[in-house]
């Protein structure tokens, strides 16, 4: 069963602070994210085709994981018919890794393909290494003593009569944490099903929802394969309530419709604040950081209305490293909107048109790392679900994504000048990670109303 690729919004709900949190104005932001996967037979049999990292290897991590969060985020662009685009590459980049140890052969070399590991570095620094790297990362995001929450979970929910290869189970337990929790596929496959929602309901302090939608699991289902991830934090520099006025924000053109139509929408401003600020070709960039320094919004801004076709154009992990690299802390008058969308992708297409094919076939789909008897030569994946959240206030920016992969069966000096960065038309946005250069989440904005 696949997701509709198009967005479905739900009421807004406000966001839940914590009374241990400090109770100034301020923005707040809130991220959940989490992905299953689930394994099931074919009735096809295919033939058979360390240290602990250094900075480079979480450099390879981040790398791959920002170049799938581009890619990603161009498919579902293309897709969403000038709509609204929310998701989190690092959900979708940590659901791939965990199916990653169970792939053999062609299916393995596009599993790394995709998300984005050299072909160069699987010599000396093979798939183990990798996920070592990938452990890293996690355990940097998951640190304790930090002025927000941020949490990364994983799971395993396995057919109770299903041979798992010990040593799959163990190096997702050893890396990702993931236990392995035997269930009933086979004979109550939709109890299991609920099962599994309300652990990434809990983990994402319910924000998360259904994340398995109905039919998603069935009796020839093997294994699901979860992660879900929570980020809530406040602005560094925090927004005033009493600030924000109702403005237009400038929609995209639409040849039926007028020529600049707009909606009016909550703005949000900062007076002559700094903050980190580029002006490029085409574009402007502005950083807003969380509190704690540790992660960070940063906004692109086309210079004109209509420009988010050509921004997107030349978007690619190169341009935002360039990016990052080319801001400097200015005084800067801000304009940014209130917005709240919640999104829903099938994962499968946009997955096969960055090169994995293999994955999704049952004739040629090879997991045996997950099971290496009979029964692993017959797995494949069946579908990629992800669900995501975010709302802006003044309050907060609360957010949330899930992702789930089903395999089934067969059957510097700043300048004097005050720069104005006034976010009234569509923009591109992502969350990262300033440690180690992840993209948590990532979207742009074409109607935040």
Not at 59 to 74: D, F, K, P
Request: glycine share 8%.
């Amino acid at each position: 069963m696949r997701l509709s690729l198009e967005p479905t919004v739900h009421e807004y709900t406000a966001p839940i602070w914590s009374d241990t949190m400090p109770t100034h104005d301020a923005l707040f932001t809130t991220a959940v994210l989490a992905g299953a996967l689930m394994v099931s037979p074919a009735d096809t049999a295919r033939a058979e085709a360390a240290p602990p990292p250094d900075d480079w290897g979480t450099q390879v991590v981040a790398e791959g994981s920002n170049g799938l969060a581009v890619n990603v985020y161009r498919e579902l662009a293309g897709q969403a018919a000038g709509g609204n685009v929310f998701f989190s590459p690092l959900s979708i980049s940590a659901a791939l890794s965990l199916t990653y140890e169970g792939a053999v052969g062609d299916t393995m070399l596009e599993f790394e393909h995709v998300l984005g590991i050299p072909s160069d570095t699987l010599g000396d620094w093979g798939r183990p290494q990798y996920h070592q790297a990938m452990s890293q990362v996690l355990g940097l995001l998951n640190g304790a003593d930090k002025p927000y929450e941020l949490s990364v979970a994983n799971a395993l929910y396995g057919e109770q009569t299903m041979p798992f290869n010990p040593r799959f189970v163990a190096e997702l337990s050893e890396h990702y944490d993931a236990g392995l929790e035997l269930v009933d596929f086979k004979g109550r496959p939709d109890a299991q099903r609920e099962r599994i929602n309300h652990w990434v309901a809990d983990c994402t302090h319910d924000r998360i929802q259904d994340l398995m939608p109905e039919g998603s699991v069935d009796p020839l289902t093997r294994l699901v394969l979860v992660n879900a991830l929570y980020f809530k934090a406040r602005w560094a520099n925090t927004f005033s309530e009493r600030a924000t006025q109702d403005a237009a924000f400038y929609l995209l053109p639409d040849e039926a419709g007028p020529a600049e139509p707009s909606v009016q929408v909550p703005l949000m401003r900062h007076h002559e604040e700094r903050f980190a600020y580029g002006d490029f070709d085409g574009y402007d960039a502005l950083e807003l950081r969380y509190q704690g320094r540790d992660l960070s919004m940063v906004v692109l801004l086309p210079d004109t209305r209509d420009g988010l076709a050509a921004l997107e154009a030349q978007l690619s992990h190169e341009l935002i490293a360039q990016t990052l690299e080319g801001m400097s802390v200015q005084t800067a008058n801000v304009w940014l909107p209130k917005w709240e969308m919640t999104l829903d992708y099938d994962l499968i297409p946009v997955l096969q048109a960055l090169g994995m094919e293999w994955a999704f076939d049952a004739e040629r789909a090879d997991f045996r790392g997950i099971c290496d008897s009979a029964e692993g030569e017959e797995l494949y994946i069946t579908g990629v679900f992800h669900k995501a959240f975010i709302a802006v206030d003044e309050v907060g920016t609360e957010a949330a994504a899930a992702t789930a992969v089903a395999v089934g069966a067969l059957s510097a000096a700043p300048p004097r000048e005050v720069v104005d960065f006034r976010a009234d038309h569509p923009f591109v946005y992502f969350i990262r990670d300033n440690r180690s250069g992840v993209i948590l989440f990532m979207g742009r904005v074409t109607d935040p109303s």
